[in-house]
Each structure stands twice: as C-alpha cells, then as structure tokens.
C-alpha cells in the first residue's frame, strides 16, 4: 500500500511546530526504510487551531491529524497503514464514521480552492487542479473587453476592505490611454486579526499571479508589482519562486504562451508602517519614499506608479479572478446576497473555538460563522462582542448576531467588512479597553499628514484612558462623539476617516460600560486595573509571605504563618500579588 | 563596505528600502548606522535627510545597535485576549530585560509589534524570521534556552 503523508507548512503550522513533525516522519521513513511512503509539504488547510496538523492518504481513504507532537507520530502511521487508524486526535476523515466536520462543510471554497492541499513550491502542483488555464483562456480566446465584462457581471467587490466593484476599477484602468500601465497587488496585510492573505500567499502564490497576468492583459499593462509587508517573509519566500516558476514555463515574461501578451512581476517589501495598506501610500512606498497617503483624486486609474495608469487590487480579490473566467461570471454570482457576490474569506480569532480561516458565501449569518463554523465560543463564558474589520470597523453585541454578512448590512451597523478579520470576545473582555487598544493602534500609525487624524485621535485616546483609570466624568463621551465627527470629516485618508469606528459602535452597543467606568468605577470584566481592587481572603491565606516580598510598593503586611492584609490606600494594582499567591488567597474585584 | 549590497541594486531611489533591509540584515546588530546612511546617500545621490525620513517612517528599521535575535512579541488584540501579557513578563522576567533593551551579552533585544498575522495560534512572537505560537510561559525557557544553545 503507497501513502502519502502531507505536513501543513504554512507561518501558522510551522509557529505551532510543524517543522519537528515533519523530521519526525522524515525520521520514521529513515528507521523503518519505508519505500511506500511520499512525504509532502502543504499549506494551511484553515484549521490552526489544531496545527499541527498532518494528512495521511491512501487507497483506504484519507485522515487528518490534528494537535500533534513527534512522539504520537510513529503509532499513527503504523496504525494507519495498517489499515487501523487511530481515531483520536481525528480533525478529518472521509473514511472514518463520525468524523463529519462542520467547519468544512459550511464552507465554499473559491478563493482557497488549493490552500492547504497543494504543495505552494510546486507549479505542477498548481497546473495540475486547473492553474493558468484561465490565463490561457483569457489570452488566447478572450479580448480585453470581454474579460473587464465577465468580471463586472461577476459582481466580484474589492476584498481590500471598501468593497469597490473591481470589474468597474478595471474598467477605468482600461479606459485611461497610455504607453504604460501598471498593475498592483496589495499584499500589506495590516489589520490586526487578518490574516487570509498570507494564507493564500503562503499556500497558493500563483493563483494570485494567475489573477494579475488576466488583470493586466484586461487594462492593458505589461508590468505589476506586488506589495507584500515584511512582516511575512515566508509568502515572500514562495511568491519568489512562484514567480520564478512561472517565467520558466512561460506564463509571466514576454509573449506570454507564444501571444503577444508581455507581463513582467516584480516584488517590492514593506518595513513596518500600517498606513502602507492604503492604496496611494503604497505608491509612495513602491517608489522609495515615506509612505504618506495623498488626496485623491487624481486616483491611481489616472495617475498611479511613477505617474502613470495603475490598477491596485487585493490579494483575495485577484484570487478569486481565475475561478471567474473558468467557471464564468454566472457561476460566481450563484454564491451571495443581490449586491455582494461570492464568497468571502474570514480570519476567525480570540476566544472563538475553531480559530482560522473559512471561507463562505455572503449572506451566511454572523450567528452560523461563530457559532455553526467557528465552533462557538471556546471557554463556558459568554458570547459578548466580535469586532469586525480590525481597527477600522466596529464591534457588535450578541443581539446583532442575526445580522447576514455582506457589505451592506455589515456597514449599515456602524461595523465594516474590511479585510475579513473577526474577533470574538466572551465576558472577560472590557469594551472600553478593546476600544482603546484599536485607537491606540490608529494614533501610532497615523502618518502625521492630518491635524485632525495625529492630534484628534491623541485627544480621544487620553480621554479613553481616563475612563479606564477612573478619573473619566460625563461629558467625555459626548466630547469622545464630537472629536469622532471631526476626525471623519478632516481626514483624507480612510485610516483618519474610520479611525473613530470601534469607539463609536462600542459607544452605540456597549454604552452601559462606559457608564460604569465613569460613574461607578467599575469594571466589569475586571480588566481595567486602576477600577480593580484587591484583597486577601483570611480563611485561605496561610501566611507564606510571598505576596508580601513580591509587592513593589510593601503594602502587604502580615506576620509569618498569618494572614495578611493589604493597604488599599497605597495598593498600585499592579497585580503581582495576585499572580504570585499559590494558595489562591487574593481576590480582585 | 556595502559594496556587495549596492551590486545587486541600481542607484535608483525605488531601491532604498531594499538597500536599507539588506544592510540591516547583515550588520551583526541589526541596525543602519549614520556611515550606512552616508553611503547609501552617495551611492543614489539623495539627501541624507531622505534616507533618515523613510529610515524613520518605517517601524522595523533601527538607527540604534540592536541584539543579534529580536523578539518581536505581538500586543494585538487576538494575542492579547489569550494572554500576551503573560507571555511579556514571562519574556521579561526570563531575559531580566526591558522592553526595547537588549541583553548584556548582546543576543536578544525585545520588541512589541502589532499583528503577525498568525492570529489563529495566538499569542504569538517572531524571533528574526521564525514565528512561534501557542505560547505558554514553560515554552518560552524552552525556547530561549534552544537559542542559547544553539549559540554556544
Ligand atoms: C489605512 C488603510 C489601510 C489599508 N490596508 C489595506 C491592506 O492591508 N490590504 C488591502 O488590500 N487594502 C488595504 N486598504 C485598502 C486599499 O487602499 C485599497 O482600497 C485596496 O487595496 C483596493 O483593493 P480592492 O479593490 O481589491 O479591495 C487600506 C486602506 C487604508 C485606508
Ligand atoms: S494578533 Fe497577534 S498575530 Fe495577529
């Protein structure tokens, strides 16, 4: 019996120690001089919380493997081809009975119709489910106008985060008249709780290429470039040899498949800078200069790199592209709701069960993404928010879990879709502190450009921080509301203009708690340290001491062997205490 | 001195960030000194100011001596709500250092960074170009302790 072993090698298996699997089986083949055995590399398959992960196939079926360390490895692959497989640790399995996966079940996938099962190193691997013969279709059967048309009918929205209709940007792009043309992809990833286009880097670069080549043969551009941030050296990694592949075989270079259709790809690098993300200062950046945002218009169709007509698309959104001129406009618009087609991905995080990646049709309910494919909640406490669209959307409550997922509705909740990052919180998280972090990340990445985005959103971030220690009073939320306004309105870029976002919806959704940091001092998640206060419970303090030798401002006290006492007065709330009493003695509250 | 660098890239000013990452990498403390700053001006002919305005634009260059490892711990919502605090004082407490200092012997400097994008196994850091997630604080001793060995 042949088996064919595959490793998910992707930043996310690797992070959770893919790497000692993979010698591990390598080892297992080595001692036991297995000759049946092909051992592969793939992606992520969606599924990190159970990386690592590892898939096992043969005749008899296929399993896959979840949770592993290299001890367990031996046994499930002597149990496996044995033609016993073990059954725990089971993520998936088509020949085992009971091991139905909802997760995979709910979803469609289209943009990651090969990440985690190709090897992303491999071109045959890709060419081989169907890759780059969109390309040669759109290039030897197709004109220009007919594929902006088939994209446009698609319904296809920008997966970037403002959900542009891309067949229209397309369009614009064809329709400016130039002796060069340039097409982007933005591939800077900066949304904390987003990370679907490293995925898709990391396990299926070339469909992201596949995806520009038809993109640029349809406004006219013999040139891209792909705009990926440093942060993700790995997607660097196979986008390079993916690209080096693909000139070999003729599908990037000039005359592409013997056309007259020329396409050369280069990759550029960020550093570090969040703002990069926004389409005209990832110009600037392309060019070697400070990634600072410009008014448009002139928007980048007209004047873009070096001046000259360019067409900027997200990494999900050109993924999708071969799938479309495929299977045809028709076909993709089947999955959605009337104005947001297809699928879309999602980055499930925080304290949601199943945390990855899934990809579903627009119009599934919040409540089916968290609860039907995310698994639930993963501790007993409750459901209390997830925040949508990462530091510019918003975070919504329990009671609008029934709210279908697509641009409109998302947006007509004071939230955005943006990228695809959802971040589940339960009870344990304070809403005024969740709002305060995302701000906090806006104010350190604002480039400075707009009084209103650097000074306005420091203002909101002081008064924010009063509330949380304490010392906040009633007007500040009206004065929070008012700032919000004027940062929307004065900012030229969408960083200043969607800012505001998380403070005003946890405003609109979770005002009570603003209320009670400011008028009761309290906090109910306990995570606002100054509005927490700690005591030691008598009956279980056995008098060790520690507490006491751990405090840096000494304001336990208490004899040896008794229990001891802390000085509220002087207490700093620093939690050292509590986190160093082993008998559970000190209480927060 | 960056002779071999500035081979592999024309003088062009769409070049410099590719120049600057690439000098940064090799110097042994991670970092672009005021001498590669004066270089890279000469060698694309732009102002000394320009290459510090984009040197200091981006988070992820350093104009200060750094350690040969950098931890770049993620503070990002996801890793926060699964306990990334912890995982700084276990980093802290570990390394005896504070954050954005680098240790006497000159091998670890640590960092906060946003989102690595590895939410899905947070908390999560990146030390140089190796992401490590799940963690838990008896993870880390095992693996500083590995990098310290490997040191030796
Ligand atoms: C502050 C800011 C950050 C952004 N970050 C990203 C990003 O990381 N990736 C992305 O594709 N679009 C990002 N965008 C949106 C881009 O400006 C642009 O709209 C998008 O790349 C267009 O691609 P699409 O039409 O395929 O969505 C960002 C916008 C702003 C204002
Ligand atoms: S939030 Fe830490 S990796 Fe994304």
Request: aromatic share 8%.
């Given at each position: 019996?042949?088996?064919?072993?595959?490793?998910g090698?992707?930043?996310c298996g690797?992070a959770a120690g893919a790497?000692?699997?993979?010698?591990?089986?390598?080892?297992?083949?080595?001692?036991?001089?297995?000759?049946?055995?092909?051992?592969?590399?793939?992606?992520c398959?969606?599924m990190c919380f159970a990386e690592p992960l590892?898939?096992?196939?043969?005749?008899?079926?296929?399993?896959?493997?979840g949770y592993?360390?290299?001890?367990?490895?031996?046994?499930?692959?002597?149990?496996?081809?044995?033609?016993?497989?073990?059954?725990?640790?089971?993520?998936?399995?088509?020949?085992?009975?009971?091991?139905?996966?909802?997760?995979?079940?709910?979803?469609?996938?289209?943009?990651?119709?090969?990440?985690?099962?190709?090897?992303?190193?491999?071109?045959?691997?890709?060419?081989?489910?169907?890759?780059?013969?969109?390309?040669?279709?759109?290039?030897?059967?197709?004109?220009?106008?007919?594929?902006?048309?088939?994209?446009?009918?698609?319904?296809?929205?920008?997966?970037?985060?403002?959900?542009?209709?891309?067949?229209?940007?397309?369009?614009?792009?064809?329709?400016?008249?130039?002796?060069?043309?340039?097409?982007?992809?933005?591939?800077?990833?900066?949304?904390?709780?987003?990370?679907?286009?490293?995925?898709?880097?990391?396990?299926?670069?070339?469909?992201?290429?596949?995806?520009?080549?038809?993109?640029?043969?349809?406004?006219?551009?013999?040139?891209?470039?792909?705009?990926?941030?440093?942060?993700?050296?790995?997607?660097?990694?196979?986008?390079?040899?993916?690209?080096?592949?693909?000139?070999?075989?003729?599908?990037?270079?000039?005359?592409?498949?013997?056309?007259?259709?020329?396409?050369?790809?280069?990759?550029?690098?960020?550093?570090?800078?969040?703002?990069?993300?926004?389409?005209?200062?990832?110009?600037?950046?392309?060019?070697?200069?400070?990634?600072?945002?410009?008014?448009?218009?002139?928007?980048?169709?007209?004047?873009?790199?070096?001046?000259?007509?360019?067409?900027?698309?997200?990494?999900?959104?050109?993924?999708?592209?071969?799938?479309?001129?495929?299977?045809?406009?028709?076909?993709?618009?089947?999955?959605?709701?009337?104005?947001?087609?297809?699928?879309?991905?999602?980055?499930?995080?925080?304290?949601?069960?199943?945390?990855?990646?899934?990809?579903?049709?627009?119009?599934?309910?919040?409540?089916?993404?968290?609860?039907?494919?995310?698994?639930?909640?993963?501790?007993?406490?409750?459901?209390?928010?997830?925040?949508?669209?990462?530091?510019?959307?918003?975070?919504?409550?329990?009671?609008?879990?029934?709210?279908?997922?697509?641009?409109?509705?998302?947006?007509?909740?004071?939230?955005?879709?943006?990228?695809?990052?959802?971040?589940?919180?339960?009870?344990?998280?304070?809403?005024?502190?969740?709002?305060?972090?995302?701000?906090?990340?806006?104010?350190?990445?604002?480039?400075?450009?707009?009084?209103?985005?650097?000074?306005?959103?420091?203002?909101?971030?002081?008064?924010?921080?009063?509330?949380?220690?304490?010392?906040?009073?009633?007007?500040?939320?009206?004065?929070?509301?008012?700032?919000?306004?004027?940062?929307?309105?004065?900012?030229?870029?969408?960083?200043?203009?969607?800012?505001?976002?998380?403070?005003?919806?946890?405003?609109?959704?979770?005002?009570?708690?603003?209320?009670?940091?400011?008028?009761?001092?309290?906090?109910?998640?306990?995570?606002?340290?100054?509005?927490?206060?700690?005591?030691?419970?008598?009956?279980?303090?056995?008098?060790?001491?520690?507490?006491?030798?751990?405090?840096?401002?000494?304001?336990?006290?208490?004899?040896?062997?008794?229990?001891?006492?802390?000085?509220?007065?002087?207490?700093?709330?620093?939690?050292?205490?509590?986190?160093?009493?082993?008998?559970?003695?000190?209480?927060?509250? | 001195?960056?002779?071999?660098?500035?081979?592999?890239?024309?003088?062009?000013?769409?070049?410099?960030?590719?120049?600057?990452?690439?000098?940064?990498?090799?110097?042994?403390?991670?970092?672009?000194?005021?001498?590669?700053?004066?270089?890279?001006?000469?060698?694309?002919?732009?102002?000394?100011?320009?290459?510090?305005?984009?040197?200091?634009?981006?988070?992820?260059?350093?104009?200060?001596?750094?350690?040969?490892?950098?931890?770049?711990?993620?503070?990002?919502?996801?890793?926060?709500?699964?306990?990334?605090?912890?995982?700084?004082?276990?980093?802290?407490?570990?390394?005896?250092?504070?954050?954005?200092?680098?240790?006497?012997?000159?091998?670890?400097?640590?960092?906060?960074?946003?989102?690595?994008?590895?939410?899905g196994n947070?908390?999560?850091?990146?030390?140089?170009?190796?992401?490590?997630g799940n963690?838990?604080?008896?993870?880390?001793?095992?693996?500083?302790?590995?990098?310290?060995?490997?040191?030796?």
């Amino acid at each position: 019996m042949s088996l064919v072993i595959k490793i998910g090698m992707a930043s996310c298996g690797l992070a959770a120690g893919a790497r000692d699997i993979y010698s591990a089986v390598e080892e297992y083949i080595k001692t036991t001089k297995s000759t049946n055995i092909e051992l592969k590399k793939t992606a992520c398959i969606g599924m990190c919380f159970a990386e690592p992960l590892m898939e096992l196939s043969s005749e008899n079926g296929t399993t896959t493997y979840g949770y592993l360390n290299a001890e367990m490895i031996s046994a499930i692959i002597d149990d496996f081809a044995s033609g016993q497989p073990q059954t725990e640790n089971v993520i998936l399995s088509d020949s085992l009975e009971g091991q139905e996966n909802e997760t995979l079940k709910a979803q469609t996938r289209i943009v990651l119709r090969n990440v985690g099962i190709i090897n992303p190193e491999s071109i045959d691997d890709y060419i081989g489910r169907n890759g780059y013969n969109s390309l040669q279709k759109a290039i030897k059967e197709m004109t220009p106008k007919e594929i902006v048309a088939e994209v446009k009918e698609s319904g296809l929205r920008g997966r970037g985060g403002a959900g542009f209709p891309t067949g229209l940007k397309w369009q614009f792009a064809a329709h400016e008249k130039s002796n060069k043309k340039y097409i982007v992809c933005n591939a800077d990833e900066g949304d904390p709780g987003a990370f679907m286009d490293r995925s898709v880097l990391e396990g299926d670069p070339h469909s992201v290429i596949e995806g520009m080549a038809i993109g640029a043969y349809a406004i006219g551009a013999d040139e891209g470039y792909i705009y990926c941030r440093a942060e993700y050296p790995l997607a660097i990694k196979h986008l390079k040899l993916a690209i080096a592949a693909a000139e070999k075989r003729g599908m990037l270079g000039r005359n592409i498949q013997g056309t007259r259709f020329n396409f050369k790809l280069h990759i550029k690098e960020g550093a570090g800078a969040f703002v990069c993300g926004e389409e005209t200062a990832l110009l600037a950046s392309i060019e070697g200069k400070r990634g600072m945002p410009r008014i448009r218009p002139p928007f980048p169709a007209q004047s873009g790199l070096w001046g000259k007509p360019t067409n900027i698309n997200n990494v999900e959104t050109f993924a999708n592209i071969a799938w479309i001129i495929w299977h045809g406009a028709n076909e993709y618009a089947k999955y959605g709701t009337e104005k947001s087609k297809g699928t879309k991905v999602f980055a499930l995080a925080g304290k949601i069960r199943n945390s990855g990646l899934i990809e579903v049709p627009m119009g599934i309910s919040l409540r089916d993404v968290i609860y039907k494919v995310g698994g639930g909640m993963k501790t007993d406490k409750p459901f209390k928010g997830v925040q949508l669209g990462g530091p510019s959307g918003g975070c919504l409550p329990a009671d609008l879990l029934d709210t279908v997922v697509d641009y409109d509705s998302i947006n007509n909740t004071g939230a955005i879709m943006g990228s695809g990052g959802m971040v589940v919180m339960d009870s344990s998280t304070c809403m005024v502190d969740v709002a305060k972090f995302f701000l906090n990340f806006t104010q350190n990445e604002s480039c400075g450009k707009c009084t209103f985005c650097r000074v306005g959103t420091k203002r909101m971030l002081e008064i924010l921080t009063r509330i949380s220690e304490g010392t906040g009073v009633p007007e500040d939320i009206e004065k929070l509301e008012s700032l919000a306004k004027n940062i929307i309105k004065g900012s030229l870029c969408g960083l200043g203009q969607t800012a505001p976002n998380p403070v005003l919806t946890t405003l609109k959704y979770f005002k009570d708690e603003y209320l009670a940091h400011i008028e009761d001092k309290k906090c109910a998640a306990g995570v606002c340290t100054h509005l927490l206060t700690y005591e030691i419970d008598e009956d279980k303090c056995v008098g060790c001491t520690l507490c006491a030798r751990k405090c840096p401002v000494s304001c336990i006290s208490g004899k040896v062997k008794k229990p001891h006492q802390i000085n509220q007065e002087a207490c700093i709330k620093c939690g050292a205490c509590y986190t160093a009493c082993k008998f559970d003695a000190i209480t927060k509250s | 001195m960056y002779k071999q660098i500035f081979n592999k890239y024309s003088p062009e000013k769409e070049n410099l960030i590719y120049i600057l990452h690439e000098i940064q990498d090799n110097h042994p403390q991670q970092y672009i000194s005021e001498d590669a700053v004066t270089e890279v001006s000469e060698y694309i002919n732009v102002p000394r100011a320009h290459i510090y305005g984009v040197l200091t634009f981006y988070t992820m260059f350093s104009t200060k001596p750094r350690g040969k490892n950098i931890i770049r711990l993620c503070e990002s919502p996801p890793c926060f709500l699964k306990g990334s605090e912890n995982i700084l004082k276990k980093l802290r407490e570990t390394l005896d250092l504070g954050l954005n200092k680098t240790t006497k012997d000159g091998m670890f400097t640590l960092e906060l960074c946003a989102c690595l994008g590895v939410c899905g196994n947070a908390p999560v850091m990146m030390i140089n170009e190796d992401v490590y997630g799940n963690l838990t604080e008896d993870k880390i001793d095992t693996i500083i302790n590995k990098i310290k060995g490997e040191a030796k």
